[in-house]
T-cell receptor, first 113, second 114 residues
Framework: ELKVEQNPLFLSMQEGKNYTIYCNYS?????LYWYRQDPGKSLESLFV?????AVKQEGRLMASLDTKARLSTLHITAAVHDLSATYFC?????????????FGKGTHLIIQP | DTGVSQDPRHKITKRGQNVTFRCDPI?????LYWYRQTLGQGPEFLTY????????KSRLLSDRFSAERPKGSFSTLEIQRTEQGDSAMYLC????????????FGEGSRLTVL
């Protein structure tokens, strides 16, 4: 059974600081997705990582994928309050799409002014 | 196209009643997924369709849960004889397959069972 673990589950940080969220998964996969969820809202797609070594950046967020280590990171640079949200990583089994995405529990991020 | 839409957005029901949720996917998407999300957890996969075919349903939580997508467009998720433990957000997502596998989520239908 595919397991996806995120670390940390809760993070409070100050504006202007840098931090990294980690996503580990238990079985082979070559596709990983990052989503953002605001309170009471649905999930917004942030990044789609489709191969080993993939790196995507959007504004202050950068995501990377290491399929050999079964690890993805979401790096936040010079955090701003608007980035406060819950961030989920999700993985699909290699061979893809058969069972939908398996999500981690999410990282609840609070950025304080 | 305005994205994935779900109806109703909120449903309050009494234990033992049946409820049905509807999902309209992005029009050109051939895959449609149902997830459940409880407070503080990530979405939990329930079932999915490719066009009108339901390709995976073993993850439906019990035989009280069923889903249909009769014409390969909108889908319904029905919960029979609701229990308090069914209270959750039910999320629908769609995707274009084969492609990146990226799912696009609707706003969700929040169920409260009293």
């Amino acid at each position: 059974e595919l397991k996806v673990e995120q670390n940390p589950l809760f993070l409070s940080m100050q504006e202007g600081k840098n931090y990294t969220i980690y996503c580990n998964y238990s079985t082979t996969s070559d596709r990983l997705y990052w989503y953002r969820q605001d309170p009471g809202k649905s999930l917004e797609s942030l990044f789609v990582l489709l191969s080993n070594g993939a790196v995507k950046q959007e504004g202050r967020l950068m995501a990377s994928l290491d399929t050999k280590a079964r690890l993805s990171t979401l790096h936040i640079t010079a955090a701003v309050h608007d980035l406060s949200a819950t961030y989920f990583c999700a993985v699909v089994h290699s061979g893809g799409g058969a069972d939908g995405l398996t999500f981690g529990k999410g990282t609840h991020l609070i950025i304080q002014p | 196209d305005t994205g994935v839409s779900q109806d109703p957005r909120h449903k309050i029901t009494k234990r033992g009643q049946n409820v049905t949720f509807r999902c309209d996917p992005i029009s050109e998407h051939n895959r449609l997924y149902w997830y459940r999300q409880t407070l503080g957890q990530g979405p939990e996969f329930l079932t999915y369709f490719q066009n009108e075919a339901q390709l995976e349903k073993s993850r439906l939580l019990s035989d009280r849960f069923s889903a249909e997508r009769p014409k390969g467009s909108f889908s319904t998720l029905e919960i029979q004889r609701t229990e308090q433990g069914d209270s959750a957000m039910y999320l629908c997502a769609s995707s274009l397959w084969p492609n990146t596998g990226e799912l696009f989520f609707g706003e969700g239908s929040r169920l409260t069972v009293l």
